[in-house]
């Protein structure tokens, strides 16, 4: 079987956000199929290694480059070329992971407050994404709509070619592997959530919803605070429970909705007593027994570009745990939940949504339907079925049919981005950053342009 390397850019422990998550995924499902090696820059704890049949392997700056040159095919996403730029000169099939487009992330998180700094944050992630398409012999994505999006964007870096081209319809170059569910049953039993000895406050009879992931800035946990607060004004004893505030791993960088969420509750006067934040982030195999306690779960976000394309990771859990879901429109689990009659979606920052959904899903008889739906959606995307389309190119994997032409694309790529670059030299020097501009433009050429062979 050929030997494939997933090289994970974030620790694999226990407490995890969604890309550490699909890197540990992805290997056990794939390892069935291939000689799988999961590469993670710590040493991957004993008891979880154990429920992988992948190899799991530490490497560092220095060991990244052997590992790698033992393997056929190298598995990456995020800044991994970034921090290691000596792999793409090794003769290795390259598979690029693009479920998450985060330039589109940082937009939604400005940390800094100058423009200028805020630019070379945004030219820097660009870069970063472009260097793996340029160089990835296959790519996967999250959702036909993300196809959409990357099939424009390759086009843009000159990978639509007439090299390309006549390979056919793309599948050979850009697959959709979704986020997947686990085909384990959830363990149920263990009460995490509900009673004095968990410490929340939340009594069996409450009617609970889950937020199930991290509140990273391009989601909106306001207006379904805002709804439980009306909600309060009825009998039904509603809680909303937020799974982890703090955030997964100290690189990551630092969140403000988190601290608006927790700022509104106590102002509406429903904090820890109908709005709950666990302050730490829930280990990733624990998830399940919040879970199981919980009534509803819920997705809520913006009507931005981000919404648009992404894919909500920690959603998926709650058609594992068989939970109707309320979650906004726009995105593809508000597609799929339509679809399936899954759950309720509602309109983008509306209360009274919210509050018309939470009394719905309280009819027995509509949370059964919604329950069923979600448990048909659950068998489509069970890991092993996603995975699929990688599965078949790893077992049979083919290098890119413009890979001899990557100089052409290269420069083309420059020639698209220069003149950007250009008209942004006005707008800096009124800003008396052309100092900074240069060193951009120094770091630019050395990332996206590698040796060409």
């Known amino acids: 079987m050929n030997r494939v390397l997933i090289i994970s850019q974030w620790e ?141 964007y390759l086009t843009a870096l000159n990978r639509v070619n007439p090299s390309s081209y006549q390979q056919g319809d793309f599948g050979h170059l850009l697959g959709v592997v979704p986020f997947g569910i ?10 995490r959530l509900r009673g004095v000895e968990a410490g929340y406050g939340i009594e069996d009879d409450d009617f609970v919803l889950l937020w199930g992931g991290g509140i990273w800035d391009w989601l909106d946990p306001l207006t379904p605070i805002h709804a439980v607060a009306e909600m309060t004004k009825t009998d039904v004893p509603v809680k909303l429970f937020f799974l982890g505030v703090a955030l997964p791993d100290t690189d990551l960088p630092q969140m403000q909705m988190g601290h608006k ?4 509750a106590k102002e509406l006067g429903i904090y820890e007593k109908h709005v709950i934040f ?51 429109c726009g995105d593809t689990v508000a597609d799929w939940t339509e679809r399936y009659d899954a759950g309720i979606v509602v309109g983008f920052e509306s209360v009274a949504d919210w509050v018309q959904a939470i009394q719905e899903l309280q009819i027995p008889s509509v949370y059964k339907k919604k329950q069923k739906g979600g448990t048909q959606l659950q068998q489509s995307l069970e890991w092993g079925t996603v995975v699929q389309p990688l599965i078949e190119f790893c077992q049979n994997p083919i290098v890119a049919a413009d890979r001899t ?49």
């Not at 040159?69 to 693009?98: C, M, R, T, W, Y």
């Not at 790529?413 to 950007?420: E, K, R, T, V, W």
């Not at 030299?425 to 590698?450: M, S, T």
């Open 12 to 152: 694999i422990k226990e407490q995890m956000a969604g890309p550490a998550i699909r890197c540990w995924e992805i290997s056990r499902a794939l390892a069935p199929h291939a000689t799988v090696t999961l590469a993670a820059p710590n040493a991957v704890p004993a008891e979880l290694q154990s429920t992988n049949t992948a190899t799991c392997q530490q490497y560092d700056d220095e060991t990244i480059l052997t590992l790698a040159g033992s393997h056929d095919v190298l598995f990456i996403q995020g800044f991994l070329l970034e921090q290691h730029p000596a792999l793409q000169n090794l003769e290795k099939i390259l598979i690029v992971d693009l479920y998450d487009p985060f330039p589109l992330e940082s937009l939604e998180n400005p940390q800094e407050a100058e423009h200028a700094l805020q630019w070379q944050r945004h030219l820097n992630n660009i870069t970063a994404l472009s260097r793996q398409i340029i160089l990835a012999d296959y790519m996967v994505c999250a959702s036909e709509k993300q196809k959409d999006y990357w099939l424009g």
């Open 278 to 328: 666990n302050q730490e982030w829930v280990p990733y195999e624990e998830r399940q027994c919040f879970l199981n306690e919980a009534d509803i779960g819920i997705s809520c976000h913006f009507n931005h570009l981000e919404t648009r394309f992404s894919f909500r990771t920690r959603a998926l859990d709650y058609f594992w745990a068989k939970l109707p879901i309320i979650t906004t």
């Open 182 to 191: 686990s085909d384990k049953p959830i363990v149920t039993g263990t009460k």
């Open 261 to 264: 969420a927790i700022s509104l």
């Open 405 to 453: 032409d990557r100089k052409t694309i290269q420069q083309a790529f420059l020639l698209n981005y220069f003149p950007l670059v250009e008209r942004m030299y006005g707008k800096w020097k009124q800003h008396g950053a052309v100092g900074l501009l240069q060193k951009v433009l120094q770091r630019f050429l050395r990332i996206v342009i590698p040796q060409s062979k």
